[in-house]
């Protein structure tokens, strides 16, 4: 994990080298393991579907629900870097790592108090599209809650964010925007 918190992966491993390093296959329990996490792989149409039916049964909470629950998850590896010399870093290496899953590449810019991610796509927005067409609000919400919660846990620090792009809507990329505000 020393490697995680130090420098950006995406600079010193491939793709391939990333996913061998820190990605662990048991092929006799049929687990995959990503950074302390199982992984479970399943079908795309899944979650496009239930994003969709839980949109038809709560409405606009389907959206908070979602979010919030990648949020937790996302937050609980974060806090695994919050003493790390630069825990953006380590953060960044996370989504790098998960990007190589197929959860979309990403590249993040930053300065004192805004982090911008920007995604070439994600699983879920990618997806929901492919699936179920144009939407008019992100799909990208275990994206980006992971995301604003693997921020939060590894600055240690509350956050605001928001999708300020996504391509469900038929942007060309998903971009997220968080503000440090503690």
């Not at 990403?106 to 991610?117: G, P, S, W």
């Amino acid at each position: 994990m020393e490697e995680i918190r130090k420098e950006k992966l995406s600079k010193k491993y491939t793709r391939k080298e990333i996913l061998e390093k820190f990605v662990d296959i048991d092929e006799k329990l049929g687990k995959i393991t990503f950074l302390d996490y199982n992984v479970a792989m399943m079908p795309a149409t899944i979650l496009s579907d239930i994003y969709k039916e839980l949109r038809n049964i709560t409405g606009r909470a389907a959206r908070g629900l979602i979010v919030r629950a990648a949020k937790i998850s996302g937050r609980r590896q974060g806090e695994k870097f919050k003493n790390s010399d630069d825990p953006i870093v380590a953060a960044l290496n996370v989504l790098t790592i998960w990007s190589g899953l197929g959860w979309g590449r990403a590249k993040l810019e930053r300065d004192d108090k805004t982090i911008r991610f920007i995604f070439d796509y994600t699983f879920d927005g990618r997806n929901y599209y492919e699936f179920h067409g144009k939407t008019d609000e992100p799909m990208c919400w275990i994206t980006f809650g992971f995301a604003w919660g693997l921020f939060e846990g590894a600055l240690d620090k509350e956050i605001v964010g928001e999708e300020k792009e996504c391509v469900a809507k038929g942007d060309d990329k998903c971009i997220f925007e968080f503000k440090v505000i503690s």
